[in-house]
């Protein structure tokens, strides 16, 4: 049996960076603190555990004083930097620098639109840890849009400005930010901001051509990542034999009857280690030729 892994798949360079962040205070710390799981992925979490990564809640979080905290790159609300300062916690900031840079834009839209009565926007998911931290730029007062039938809680009297979490498939954005300027009212203006992060949509045309060459195709990712529920829908409508797992135990021996090729690829989040499990699972299940 032919097994190969996607050399292309596995953490994107603010997943990378907020690891190291981790591993390099914790060879001079017993214990870190991270606001949330450093990444939407249970094996990796369970890994950076054992070496003294603790993972605490919103809640967990403003209850501490006198530590450090990492902030994962997904990135936080200003009232996280705020309690901070007050409490003496000192932060390991790693959040990702292309969604510090979706923060900055979405403040200043903020105090714009504020002045022009109108409504900052955000595709979406609601409860994500990077929607609340982009929310919290604008005072916990953007609207949040899951698809397309959210649109109707939008304005169309009012100025808008549109812009989407950086991990968000980019096919469905374009499909709201078409909608809304067909139902906006004349003459008034509408921005609308691609900001979905190209380390996730670069990846679209690779995955598409990988994912055809082989019969079988393991996507590997966490349940929590949404990047890689889109990236594992690409590889799908391309190759309907598609099984998404977060690891060697949900893989079934029923789905390789008559499979010759096997390939193995993964999301922004998925570590390449796991993916080598996963490899290694199926080479010793199924001989490799």
């Known amino acids: 049996m032919i097994i190969e892994i996607d050399r292309r798949s596995g953490f994107c360079f603010g997943v990378i960076n907020a690891i190291k962040a981790a591993e390099n205070e914790l060879k001079v710390s017993n214990q870190l603190y991270c606001l949330g799981d450093i990444v939407h992925n249970g094996m990796e979490v369970n890994r950076l555990e054992k070496i003294g990564l603790k993972s605490i809640s919103k809640e967990e979080y ?63 998911k609601k409860g994500h840890a990077e929607i609340i ?16 039938a959210d649109v109707e809680k939008i304005d169309m009297n009012r100025p808008v400005a549109l812009y989407s979490q950086t991990t968000k498939r980019i096919e469905d954005f374009h499909e709201i ?39 079988l195709i393991l996507f590997v990712a966490g349940q929590k990542s949404s990047n890689g529920k889109y990236l594992y829908t690409i590889c799908k409508e391309v190759n309907t034999d598609t099984h998404m797992v ?35 699972w199926v080479r010793t299940n199924f001989n490799e030729a």
Not at 103 to 111: A, D, G, T
Not at 133 to 148: F, V, Y
Not at 185 to 201: H, L, N, W, Y
Request: aromatic fraction near 6%.
């Open 133 to 148: 931290g982009l929310n919290g730029q604008t005072n916990h007062n953007a609207i949040i849009i899951e698809g397309i």
């Open 246 to 280: 977060s690891n060697t135990s949900e893989i079934e021996k029923s789905w390789f009857a008559n499979v010759k090729s096997v390939g193995i690829c993964g999301a922004t989040s998925t570590p390449n280690w796991l993916m080598e499990e996963v490899a290694e």
């Open 62 to 124: 403003f209850t501490l004083n006198n530590c450090k905290v990492l902030i994962r790159a997904h990135g936080e609300p200003p009232e996280t930097y705020q309690y901070a300062e007050e409490n003496n916690i000192e932060l390991i900031d790693a959040t990702c620098p292309v969604v510090l840079t979706l923060q900055e834009k979405v403040k200043s839209s903020y105090k714009l639109k504020a002045e022009q009565e109108g409504q900052v926007v955000i595709f979406g």
């Open 177 to 215: 930010a078409k909608t809304v300027k067909e139902k906006i009212q004349p003459g008034i203006p509408v921005e609308i901001k691609d900001t979905i992060c190209r380390q996730v949509s670069n990846r679209v045309p690779n995955l598409k051509e990988f994912a055809t060459k082989y019969d």
